[in-house]
């Protein structure tokens, strides 16, 4: 039983477009959401988080809106670039101190 | 900053064959984690400390043992290799508040034959 989901194995657009990167969960009592990005031969790298008791958070190009009714939660990258061509891991926690649980991640291709 | 640094970065061992990673942390984080990534997967738990001495099953322990006798480090131990623990395997570590992330290592490519 897969906790945490991310349905789009893939994701291409075009250099200067909008990404939406989605996530979907299924435990009621996770509280913290994150994203991060990870290139190949390397670790991911935190990207940004979200707490429950929000529904959007900012950073730079960055923005993840979370929908708590319907389990959901999606990260904007605006604009695209092609540095931002990596595999995208949402992932969650039922605390605010510990350990997360990971979605299988999406892999983004911005195009120049 | 070294961050967070796994030993060794690659390793073949023969089926039944032991052997330890390490992984080593500057950022005096308290929490520490071990997970595996295999092909067209996402990070799955296998053990994680919360401090010092301290040490917890994660979504996937079994055929993996660790240890944490100093706050730096946390090792990973294969007793018994087996075929299907070939992986990627990423140490992390982070401060007690999930909000802030995990800083993960450069991971282990670790092929039982």
């Known amino acids: 039983d897969q906790q945490v989901k991310q349905n789009s194995p893939s994701l291409s657009v075009q250099e200067g477009r909008i990404s939406i990167l989605n996530c979907d969960y299924t435990?009621?009592?996770?509280?913290?959401f994150l994203w991060y990005k990870k290139y190949p031969a390397e670790g991911p790298t935190f990207l940004i988080s979200?707490?429950?008791?929000?529904d959007k958070n900012e950073d730079g190009r960055f923005t993840v809106f979370l929908n708590k009714s319907a389990k959901h939660l999606s990260l904007h990258i605006v604009p695209s670039q092609p540095g931002d061509s990596a595999v995208y891991f949402c992932?969650?926690?039922?605390?605010?101190?510990?350990?997360?649980?990971f979605g299988d991640g999406t892999t983004l291709t911005v195009k120049p | 900053n070294a961050g967070v640094t796994q030993t060794p970065k690659f390793r073949v061992l023969k089926t039944g064959q032991s052997m330890t990673l390490l992984c080593a942390q500057d950022m005096n984080h308290e929490y520490m984690y071990w997970y595996r990534q295999d092909p067209g997967m996402g990070l799955r738990l296998i053990h994680y400390?919360?401090?010092?001495?301290?040490?917890a099953k994660g979504e996937v322990p079994d055929g993996y043992n660790v240890s944490r006798l100093k706050k730096q480090n946390f090792l990973l131990g294969l007793e018994s290799a087996a075929p299907s623990q070939t992986s990627v395997y990423f140490c992390?570590?982070?401060?007690?508040?999930?909000?802030?992330?995990?800083?993960f290592g450069s991971g282990t490519r670790l092929t039982v034959v």
């Open positions: 435990n009621s009592m996770f509280d913290y």
């Open positions: 979200i707490s429950s008791i929000k």
């Open positions: 400390s919360v401090g010092e001495g301290t040490t």
């Open positions: 992932a969650a926690s039922a605390s605010n101190a510990g350990k997360s649980t």
């Open positions: 992390a570590s982070s401060f007690p508040r999930t909000a802030y992330g995990y800083t």
